[in-house]
């Protein structure tokens, strides 16, 4: 094996088993900061001996054993970790002396490790953007520079956020423990919030020159679906994993040959991923048996639902969707869900009556930099022929958007609304 491969293999190593041992180590040192650095000793250990003694036969138990034992050493030689000495240095010293297995943690305790890692990540304490930061590092296995390329910020900014990030939940002490009761409900919709947030920028990008980042949507989607087998009697974790899983289906269909965007009433279905709408299917009967309120990804899901099962456009049962918008709008009111509820109620209704929705959201304060607003605004008065108001938005919502294949397709549409009047 050529070093070019063994690199690879680690870096494939790494992705798989880094949120489990950073899960791990963080049970046994109580500080997610701490546990993290452990990790990536270990992983320079295994870039400095794997290319001359090869990958061992078991490399996840490898770099466990050999994070554990930097903790060893690391609790000896630092007196401010005294205190964590006498808690943990002699388990951890017996563990390696009579020989006990580094494999022997069961399932069972790493899924607990992986889901109170989880819980710990996306800490509501913490903010947006360092929650975003720090889930891709610690459970999407995403190295600083990967994640400020994937959100299109400097490298620096990201570091400064990940490093504030662990000094922040190790000054607030807090517990390496899954929630329990009421306190459990929000902490996981910051969880939820979380996954949601990282998909979404890789579905339509904020910002920069490309429609999409599938790698982001892919790392959501992984996560979402260790969460549902972690969590299987969560309704809404299951509603976010058939979410993405449907909407993830789109990938393929939603850019052109030259990279431009597809909207989805002109996308090719055909390029439409079926495994993934299975898989999101399957999701959505889970969460359904599980039972429990309607909550809004489970919600939003059953939407997705409708357009993956319309073979063409013309198909669409766009009056249930307008129902389960309307439902949304009562468990999750927002003017967004609103700007939706909207689209659908146009398909639904005609035109005049989803014009009538969003000439209620013009002045929400909330939306007053929303691109979409004017954009699903410029559509609805294309349709009812008043092309020279529909252009204006259309141009509008272009210099809204921060994404350049968002801005052509807006001015194209600005350019045709010219077009169809004049015609």
């Not at 423990?177 to 920028?201: A, H, W």
């Amino acid at each position: 094996m050529t070093l070019p491969d063994i690199h690879r293999t680690i870096d494939a190593v790494w992705r798989i088993e880094s949120a489990r041992l950073i899960a791990s180590l963080t049970r046994l040192v109580r500080d997610v900061g701490l546990a993290e650095d452990l990790a990536q000793g270990a992983l320079v250990a295994a870039l400095e001996q794997w290319p001359q003694a090869g990958i061992p036969d078991k490399p996840g138990a490898w770099l466990m054993a050999t994070a554990k034992h930097h903790a060893i050493d690391q609790i000896r030689r630092n007196v401010r970790l005294e205190r964590k000495t006498e808690e943990m240095g002699r388990d951890l010293e017996l563990e390696q002396a009579i020989g006990v297995p580094e494999e022997t943690d069961s399932d069972e305790d790493m899924g607990d490790d992986l889901l109170r890692l989880i819980f710990i990540a996306c800490h509501p304490i913490l903010s947006k953007d360092a929650r975003l930061a720090l889930t891709l590092r610690l459970l999407g296995g995403l190295t600083t520079d990967e994640i400020a390329r994937a959100f299109l910020v400097p490298e620096p900014t990201i570091a400064q956020r990940i490093v504030r990030a662990k000094r922040t939940l190790s000054e607030a002490h807090v517990p390496f423990e899954v929630p329990m009761g009421t306190e459990r409900v929000d902490r996981l919709s910051s969880v939820l919030e979380v996954i949601y947030l990282i998909f979404n920028e890789g579905y339509s990008a904020t910002a920069g020159d490309e429609w999409m980042r599938p790698a982001l949507c892919e790392d959501a989607l992984r996560l979402g679906r260790i969460l549902a087998e972690l969590m299987p009697n969560e309704t809404e974790v299951h509603g976010l994993v058939a979410l993405m899983e449907i909407q993830a289906s789109r990938l393929r269909a939603r850019v052109g040959p030259s990279g431009e965007a597809i909207p989805l009433l002109e996308q090719n279905r055909g390029r439409w991923d079926q495994l993934l709408i299975q898989r999101g299917f399957a999701a959505l009967i889970r969460a359904e048996s599980v039972g429990g309120a309607l909550g809004p990804y489970r919600l939003q899901a059953a939407i997705a639902a409708c357009h993956a099962q319309a073979r063409n456009p013309e198909d669409t049962n766009w009056e249930r969707i307008a129902a389960l918008y309307d439902a949304l709008a009562q468990v999750t009111p927002s003017p967004i869900v609103e700007l939706n509820r909207a689209v659908a109620v146009a398909m639904a209704f005609g035109p005049a009556a989803g014009l009538e929705i969003v000439d209620t959201l013009t002045s929400e304060p909330a939306l007053k930099s929303y691109h979409l607003l004017p954009s699903v605004r410029g559509d609805l008065l294309a349709k009812l022929g008043r092309f020279n108001e529909a252009g204006e938005e259309f141009k509008r919502a272009a210099s809204l958007t921060r994404n350049a294949r968002e801005r052509e397709l807006l001015l194209e549409r600005a350019a045709m609304m010219m077009k169809g009047k004049t015609e």
